[in-house]
């Protein structure tokens, strides 16, 4: 039963979440012709997403109750990916 109120209540904070980065793009947060507010919208979404995946990789992954190790690998499989994600983008240009 502790589980269970243990996911629902981080549905909840996921949920909030989602709901303010909705927020923050409906409002006209993300306005390409005023200077810095672009900006300011793309960081408050990229620090709201980073929380939630690591809501899901903690909880959701299980990686909170699995040995460090395992935890290590997730971090460096993460780390590769966004490594060659950054290296393709260059190569585009």
Do not use: C, N
């Not at 980065?21 to 900006?39: H, I, K, L, N």
């Not at 909880?59 to 040995?67: K, S, T």
């Amino acid at each position: 039963m502790a589980r269970l109120k243990l996911y629902t209540g981080i549905f909840v904070v996921l949920m909030a979440l989602s709901t303010t980065q909705a927020v923050v793009e409906r409002t006209g947060m993300v306005d390409f012709d005023a200077p810095g507010t672009y900006w300011t919208a793309f960081g408050l979404i990229l620090v709201l997403s980073f929380v939630k995946a690591a809501f899901v990789a903690t909880y959701y992954m299980h990686l909170r109750w699995e040995p460090r190790s395992v935890t290590y690998l997730f971090l460096g499989g993460l780390f590769a990916a966004l490594a060659l994600t950054t290296a393709a983008a260059y190569s585009i240009l």
